[in-house]
T-cell receptor, first 115, second 110 residues
Framework: KAGVTQTPRYLIKTRGQQVTLSCSPI?????VSWYQQTPGQGLQFLFE???????NKGNFPGRFSGRQFSNSRSEMNVSTLELGDSALYLC??????????????FGEGSRLTVL | DAKTTQPPSMDCAEGRAANLPCNHS???????VYWYRQIHSQGPQYIIH???NNETNEMASLIITEDRKSSTLILPHATLRDTAVYYC???????????FGKGITLSVRP
């Protein structure tokens, strides 16, 4: 079956702009998590959505937001971009609840460069 | 706020077993130990997880000490493709967030 799909794979923005990243989970997966990966901070948890509701949230400013649609697809948005937002943004999906073991399936990521 | 401690790096020879240690001395009774790996420029990949019993799958074995304060991931016959960063993570359950630490960089040499 198809894996987790993230779009776009690469993008370049300038400071002050905003960006929207998209994630299509594996069919049947209802949980979607987002992570930011930078060389200095490593992999950091942003937030998780389950059935269109944010279930967990990391320690990121309000400029980072997300949402999940009824078909489980998710988007994350970063407003007023800063140079430090340059990173690889990873999406992961999983089965949840009793049906899931908690195994997360990651996409290839969206690499954002802020100039 | 990762709850695990791993050495920064290790290497092993191709074809030999790679034993990756992880310390999680503050683990709670309901927390699982998960292992993921990340090959350069790819998203992390799930390897295995366990609560208190040893576990084995087609990729690796997970040995958890009786007091659950440490564990070892074993790749029985390491190949060059196993060169990656390996993350040991403790997690309260399938619906709790996954917090990655710095991981251990495994280099498999020919």
């Amino acid at each position: 079956k198809a894996g987790v799909t993230q779009t776009p794979r690469y993008l370049i923005k300038t400071r002050g702009q905003q960006v929207t990243l998209s994630c299509s989970p594996i069919s049947g997966h209802r949980s979607v998590s987002w992570y930011q990966q930078t060389p200095g901070q490593g992999l950091q948890f942003l937030f998780e959505y389950f059935s269109e509701t944010q279930r967990n949230k990391g320690n990121f400013p309000g400029r980072f937001s997300g949402r999940q649609f009824s078909n489980s697809r998710s988007e994350m948005n970063v407003s007023t971009l800063e140079l430090g937002d340059s990173a690889l943004y990873l999406c992961a999906s999983s089965l949840s609840g009793r049906a899931g073991t908690g195994e997360l399936f990651f996409g290839e990521g969206s690499r954002l460069t802020v100039l | 706020d990762a709850k695990t401690t791993q050495p920064p790096s290790m290497d092993c020879a191709e074809g030999r077993a790679a034993n990756l240690p992880c310390n999680h001395s503050t683990i709670s009774g309901n927390e699982y130990v998960y292992w993921y790996r990340q090959i350069h420029s790819q998203g992390p990949q799930y390897i295995i997880h366990g609560l208190k019993n040893n576990e084995t799958n087609e990729m690796a074995s997970l040995i958890i000490t009786e007091d659950r304060k440490s564990s070892t991931l074993i790749l029985p016959h390491a190949t060059l493709r196993d060169t990656a960063v390996y993350y040991c993570i403790v997690r309260a359950g399938a619906n709790s967030k996954l917090t990655f630490g710095k991981g251990i960089t495994l280099s498999v040499r020919p």
